[in-house]
């Protein structure tokens, strides 16, 4: 069976608690040739912040995902192509693990079908998801390698995403998740700024997600980093 993200190459992280840059619209956005869009951040998220995003982006040819960082902010709309459930392999403790899924599975009328799990693996101690989950991020390649394998083979994960939100991370270490995997599909978040940055991890990882940039440095970067995924 194929999944939407196996043509995936790059994806735009949006943050609802987080401004677009003056002057540029959700069309700009959509238009910056990203294969998918992600909507969720870790803090202040609200549903009517969510919906806010969704109804914005709903109108232009973007496939729309949905990463709620807890079962309180999801929103039901059609425009959603999906909902990503986030499981930090690496969590501190189980909440982040099974705890809130075992909450979101209590949604009325859950659409299954509609709805993924992304394996994380949370590599940079500073981030704000690495704070909220006490992950353990003292991890060495062989270690990430080591997640990506359980997280594909024993808990049969279709995604596994190597995140350093807010810092360019170590290539080498996303090259031994790559190893690590043999069908899932591998994510890369974290600090890509420009063309080279979005090359060099998608030489890795076969999807790259770029998240900061769009809100720090607007539309035009974000194409950059497009480019460098697509050239990868
Ligand atoms: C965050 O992996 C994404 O969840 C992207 O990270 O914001 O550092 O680009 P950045």
Redesign the pocket.
């Known amino acids: 069976m194929s999944n939407p993200w196996d043509d995936w190459d790059h994806v735009l ?1 949006v ?1 609802p608690d987080k401004d677009l840059l003056a002057g540029e619209t959700f069309e700009d956005v959509c238009r910056t040739g990203t294969d998918a869009i992600e909507i ?3 803090l202040d998220i609200t549903p009517e912040k969510m919906a806010r995003v969704v109804e914005a982006a709903a109108e232009y040819d973007v496939p729309l995902y949905q990463e709620p960082s807890n079962p309180g902010v999801v929103i039901d709309s059609p425009a959603l192509d999906g909902y990503l459930i986030p499981t930090v392999f690496n969590a501190g403790g189980p909440f982040w693990i099974t705890g809130a899924h075992k909450e979101w599975v209590r949604i009325d009328d859950l659409d299954w079908e509609r709805t993924h799990t992304e394996a994380y693996i949370v590599m940079n101690p500073d ?1 704000s ?1 690495a704070q909220l989950t006490n992950a353990n991020c003292d991890l060495n390649a062989d270690d990430v390698e080591a997640y990506a394998t359980v997280a594909e083979r024993m808990f049969g994960q279709e995604i596994v ?1 190597v ?6 991370g170590d290539p080498e270490t996303v090259a031994a998740a790559a190893d690590g995997l043999t069908d899932a599909c591998l ?7 420009d063309y080279e940055s979005a090359r060099t991890m998608a030489e890795h990882a076969d999807v790259i ?5 769009l809100h720090d440095e607007g539309v035009d970067a974000v194409r950059e980093t497009v480019e460098g995924a697509k050239d990868a």
């Open positions: 992280k943050d969720g951040g870790t981030a998801v995403y995140e350093y939100s807010g810092a360019f994510f890369y978040g974290g600090g890509i700024c997600v770029v998240g900061n940039l």
